[in-house]
């Protein structure tokens, strides 16, 4: 199974940017690339995460995995994203133990979203 990490390349992390200049997003996108993907993960950019009040962002995901969007991050925490999608990788239903996590995923998650159930399994409150 691949996991998908999502890099917003359209962000801007609250800088006015000049004609031609790089988003500090594709910034952290080639960063993340230049520091090495895991076995198991693709790095896919998108257009936006809409976390644009939060800085760079990224979001993990896999399928019957919970998800996490991350923010205010740089192309300086590459490393520490690559760290941190690997321990997603190893973690089957996607919860990393708090102590495995890198700082950046402890202190600068924006948003964890439960797997999405199969569509023969509809929890009672949704009915």
């Not at 009040?53 to 919970?66: E, I, K, T």
């Not at 600068?108 to 009672?124: C, M």
Request: hydrophobic fraction near 40%.
């Amino acid at each position: 199974m691949t996991v998908t990490l999502h890099v917003c390349i359209t962000c801007r992390a609250g800088q006015t940017l000049g004609e031609g200049e790089t988003t500090p997003g594709k910034r952290l996108h080639g960063a993340i690339l230049e520091a090495g993907v895991p076995d198991g993960v693709s790095v896919v950019p998108v257009e936006c995460l809409s976390a644009c009040n939060q800085g760079c962002s990224v979001a993990l995901s896999a399928p019957g995995r919970w998800s996490y969007v991350y923010g205010r991050l740089s192309d300086a925490n590459a490393s520490d994203v690559v760290a941190g999608a690997a321990a997603y990788v190893a973690a089957p239903d996607g919860l990393v133990p708090w102590r495995s996590r890198p700082e950046i995923f402890r202190k600068q998650s924006l948003a964890r979203i439960p797997p999405i159930p199969p569509l023969a399994v509809v929890p009672e409150a949704a009915k």
